[in-house]
């Protein structure tokens, strides 16, 4: 059965969606009696110990709230995912992206060294300032030369700032995270996410690839955990259409 395009919920009114769930639920060992006819706070606790017993099928933990999104959804009822390989000026950024990936800050934590000086001076900025955006550019930049074709990512090493000239300037390259979770099929290989913590404060890189809603990203600026202050460029396995600061994507595929 195909992900309705919405979080399922203690509430729901679709009473067939609910019997579904709970038969993918019983199929894999999770059950309750008497059989829930409705999503009450009983079946969110079946849905919670699920959740916590389970990882995603991109291998992340799953968010214990007792709701189905898209990734508790998938690691139910399973289904493939496809992760064709970008063509164009978002496949050659996001293979400059990948030849990047070790490179790390010096001396480490200083925001400083031979590429992040690159990084930086591709969008105006001097050394130690956060590098993440200015990643992007760069990559996108020695991408576009190479091809010798305009480029389309802002010019700057502001996150927020890209998001915001993109979605006036361009809005058609936006994917919202609302977009994703109704869909994630949306989101693809070569994109940019963009994550936004407030005050102007956010933190961005590539998508690898998207399996159901898990992401697999390539993010300088960062570390294993997920940082937005890091000390290099990282393969990570954390981000999800899920995350609660997920502002959306830029789609320059």
């Known amino acids: 059965m195909k992900y309705p395009g919405r979080i399922i919920k203690i509430g729901e009114a679709d009473t067939t969606l609910v019997a579904t769930i709970y038969a993918g639920l019983s199929a894999k060992g999770y059950v309750i009696a008497p059989p829930p006819t409705r999503y009450d706070g009983k079946f969110a606790a079946l849905v919670k110990l699920f959740q916590a017993q389970n990882v995603s099928r991109g291998g992340q933990p799953l968010v214990v709230d007792g709701e189905i999104g898209p990734l508790t959804w998938r690691t139910i009822f399973g289904g493939e995912s496809t992760n064709p390989a970008p063509a164009g000026l978002a496949g050659a950024a996001l293979g400059k992206a990948l030849s ?18 690159a990084y930086l001076a591709s969008v105006g900025l001097p050394p130690r300032l956060f590098w993440c955006m200015a990643f992007v550019y760069w990559c996108f930049d020695r991408a576009a030369r190479d091809a010798g074709i305009s480029n389309p990512c802002p010019k700057t ?45 956010g933190h961005t890189g590539f998508v690898k690839n998207a399996n159901g809603g898990s992401l697999t990203t390539i993010e300088g600026n960062t570390n294993n955990d997920g940082s937005n202050n890091g000390i290099g460029v990282f393969e990570l396995n954390r981000r999800s259409v899920m995350n609660k600061n997920l502002k959306g994507f830029l789609d320059f595929t």
């Open 157 to 201: 090493g502001s996150v927020m700032t890209a998001w915001n000239r993109v979605k006036s300037r361009s809005p058609q390259h936006i994917i919202t995270r609302s977009a994703a979770i109704a869909n994630p099929s949306l989101v693809k290989s070569g994109q940019v996410f963009i994550l936004d913590y407030g005050r102007g404060m």
């Open 100 to 117: 990047q990936v070790g490179v790390r800050e010096h001396p480490v934590g200083s925001n400083d060294g031979p590429e992040v000086r």
